[in-house]
């Protein structure tokens, strides 16, 4: 398996346009995570999923930001409209079922809204 | 609720030199604990897991942890660092489905 899939690898943006991030998972995990990654907070859970439906999106920090994933193979996180506090590296990352496995992480998205 | 805390946000060592990265956890249920590292530029790679059984866990290049259920702690240690350990270090618990991780420790291996 290629692992955890992220596009872009990097987005520049300006300030209000609508911004989304992809993500296509290990395939058989059935678990998938959104985790945003700062200088000033650290990596932060957003939100994640299991077998396509939303868990717990309380990290979510704002209704700016949306995730959705339509299929197994595939996640988006969307953020309208963006600002300039969103920069940040978004990191995505799956798991297969059991508190025992360890989450699989893809090479992330670099975020800059200008 | 989980949290983890790492005690120290940067680690500056010598090269050969031991090391110890310092995580303390709590949790009001069992949990699983894992340490990953980041190399710049790159996503979490995992290091070592804890499950169950021998509290003393291994990576294949020379990184241990100890779970101490008492201390609440997974310290992670290496008897002697080399320069390509430079990288951010990551714990990490995961109680229930959440994996909650720690601010991270960057180790900076000096010549």
């Known amino acids: 398996d290629a692992g955890v899939i992220q596009s872009p690898r990097h987005e520049v943006t300006e300030m209000g346009q609508e911004v989304t991030l992809r993500c296509k998972p290990i395939s058989g995990h059935d678990y998938l995570f959104w985790y945003r990654q700062t200088m000033m907070r650290g990596l932060e859970l957003l939100i994640y999923?299991?077998?396509?439906?939303?868990?717990?999106d309380s990290g979510m920090p704002e209704d700016r930001f949306s995730a959705k994933m339509p299929n197994a193979s595939f996640s988006t996180l969307k953020i309208q409209p963006s600002e300039p506090r969103d920069s940040a590296v978004y990191f995505c990352?799956?798991?297969?079922?059991?508190?025992?496995?360890?989450?699989?992480f893809g090479q992330g998205t670099r975020l800059t809204v200008v | 609720a989980q949290s983890v805390t790492q005690l120290d946000s940067q680690v500056p060592v010598f090269e050969e030199a031991p090391v110890e990265l310092r995580c303390n956890y709590s949790s009001s249920v069992s949990v699983y604990l894992f340490w990953y590292v980041q190399y710049p530029n790159q996503g979490l790679q995992l290091l070592l897991k804890y499950l169950s059984g021998s509290t003393l866990v291994e990576s294949i290049n020379g990184f241990e942890a100890e779970f101490n259920k008492s201390q609440t702690s997974f310290h992670l240690r290496k008897p002697s660092v080399h320069i390509s350990d430079t990288a951010e270090y990551f714990c990490a618990v995961r109680a229930g489905n959440m994996l909650t991780f720690g601010g991270g420790t960057r180790l900076m291996v000096k010549p």
């Open positions: 990352a799956s798991s297969y079922r059991g508190r025992e496995s360890e989450a699989f």
């Open positions: 999923f299991n077998n396509n439906v939303p868990i717990d």
